[in-house]
Nanobody
Framework: QVQLVESGGGLVQAGGSLRLSCAAS????????MGWFRQAPGQEREFVGA????????YYADSVKGRFTISRDIAKKTVYLQMNRLNPEDTAVYYC?????????????????WGQGTQVTVSS
């Protein structure tokens, strides 16, 4: 059983930056990768990016590539999502998730554990 808690969401102006955190606890030994997803009102949940715990390899959706950066602190069991040059289209609830797969994946069904989400609102 793994618990994930997101934090760091809030209201920012277009062009601004925000850093989200996802703290993991519980039986995390089988969690090999972490992903970030987001869901805007009335839309389906979409993949943002992912990172492996071991090597720190990352993969991003085209919509955020070059603007968002995922990192992790192994000792703190925490992953981060640094978001730069935010625009109103980035407004959504952001979720972190854990997967047992040994490779980077953008597939929702590959993720086994989910946080409760944190709201990010970007004003124009």
């Amino acid at each position: 059983q793994v618990q994930l808690v997101e934090s760091g969401g809030g209201l920012v102006q277009a062009g601004g930056s925000l850093r989200l955190s996802c703290a993991a606890s519980g039986r995390t030994f089988m969690t090999n990768g972490m992903g970030w997803f987001r869901q805007a009102p009335g839309q389906e949940r979409e993949f943002v990016g992912a990172i492996t715990w071991s090597a720190g390899t990352t993969y991003y959706a085209d919509s955020v590539k070059g603007r968002f950066t995922i990192s992790r602190d192994i000792a703190k069991k925490t992953v981060y999502l640094q978001m730069n040059r935010l625009n109103p289209e980035d407004t959504a609830v952001y979720y972190c998730a854990g997967t047992r797969t040994l490779w980077l994946t953008a597939t929702l069904s590959d993720y086994d554990y989910w946080g409760q989400g944190t709201q990010v609102t970007v004003s124009s």
